[in-house]
């Protein structure tokens, strides 16, 4: 036997700050899918995004020869800002299954999950932006090859390099939760239901648009409005999607 | 001795199935129970109800005096292993046992590592790639190390070879005895456990059918061998759960024979022996339903 007497020495019951900090923990127990898959991942398609912009340099004969923006537009990275949507899908399925039968609340649960995604976006953001700086101070690479401030973004601040990483996470993460714990609760059906509708409203608001002959205004919106704030329109419904989640999960049972 | 669990009407319907039909139970704190029944009779259903992994349909549930549903303070003092747990893409053994401690207030991790090493469980190795029976190792080793004050095994040991359950039943009651605590043990092995549970409670068809300590249910029936005639004459008046008869010679099975009953059966020139806890439990949930009982033909 052992010296304590675990029955009259029980801890009381930790704070809910730190049950939610356990269920953020419980993200990383194993490090792989969230935090080295990625980078590595990234890493790799960076690398080969390099080795073809080094062979169309290698064949036009040096860097001169080229348009100065011929590698300045690339989407390479938005993968991860999808990959995001997958870790969110997986936390709301295997991982809660896993979660709820440690005996952890739904609520702690979902709460310390989107601890863990906030601080995973903000992970994630703070190392692509450096890559990003490190781009720029060589120029892209010495090849003019932007491939960490995407889609012709080398000429904005890192700032706003840095939101829109951030905020396009955040929105990722919060559309998998939602559809994810969709799944949860309804399975196949609760997905039918859902892209049905959304179909049903896209096709409206299209409708609706075009009945009103509001296009323009709707390209004026998007070509004027600075960056930096329609990053900031995403956290609308970044925060609706994730109140779906959370609702959706509360009253959600555990497969298996 | 107060109550631990208390459930009053709990009821679970999917759709037109009710898994769990109005349970009603009482159980005292301390001790290892049994929940018997037969498979999709509604046992896992009654402890994801316990444990507020389940959200009733009707009816009320108390554990540690509380309802269970979201609610911390009971969770952390409870632990749930089933048979189906799932868990994330990718996680070993290790994983696990990383991050269960950070649930379970009373984890011991030494006693986890011996556990380890009793189950001989490869750690290094993913969860799915297991066998049947080392992911039931890696659930047991967590639902004792944990030394939650309610525990709840169900069919901890699918999938274990006969060997490996031995040595769950003694390391359950060698740490049971040093570190007291509730324990709910589902299990299609009956006999096998019948000497560990203090208490058992047979559902059947999502109802509560047996609740009864297990002394006074071994106890409670006997089967009778012997010439027709005999065996009739002696049968008559009394509770018969079950009968057979080749050519002969007849065997019945009688609930509520007192030793003096039982010594005048020999006497009688009648075979007596006790009903196993197993048997019984067959008769209770299906195996007897054929069979007539005596009251009924009296």
Redesign the interface.
Known sequence: ??ATD??TT??A??S?AR?ML?VA??HV??P??TLVLPVFITLVIFGLNAAIWALVVNIAGGADNLDSNAFSYNGGITWIIVFMMVVAV?AMN??F????????????YYLGTCLYFLALAVGHSAWLTGMAAIERSTDGWGVGGYFFAPFGMWQESLAIIALGYVTTMLLSFSIGAAVATMWVRWRAYGLYAFFLGLAVVLVGAGWAITAADAWPSVGDFLVSTPLEQLFLWTLPLTALCGVVGFLLL??A???? | MSAIIETSGLTKRYGRVNAVDDVSISLEEGGIHGLLGRNGAGKTTLM?LL?????PSAGTTTVFGERPL????V????????E?????????GK?VL???P?????W?A?FAERLVRAFDVPLDRKVKKLSRGQRSAIGVI?GLAS???LTFLDEPYAGLDAVARQRFYDLLLEDYA????TVVLSTHLIDEAADLLERVLVIDQGRIVIDAATDELRDSATTLVGRSGDVDGFAAGREVIDRTTLGGIASVTLLGLSDEDRRAATAAGLETTRVSLQELIVNRTGGGRAATTEEDAA
């Open positions: 036997m052992t675990t029955v029980r801890p019951t930790a809910a049950r356990n923990r419980l127990a194993n792989v899918p997986q295997l991982t299954s896993y979660a709820i039968g440690l005996s952890v609340t739904r609520r702690d509360r009253r049972t555990p497969r298996g | 994801q444990t507020g992994q389940e959200f979201e609610n911390a303070a969770l952390r003092r409870t632990c749930f292993i089933k189906s747990q799932v868990y994330p893409d990718d996680f070993k994983h990383r991050s269960a950070w649930f379970f207030d009373n011991d030494a967590v030394r939650s004050e040093a570190h007291p605590r």
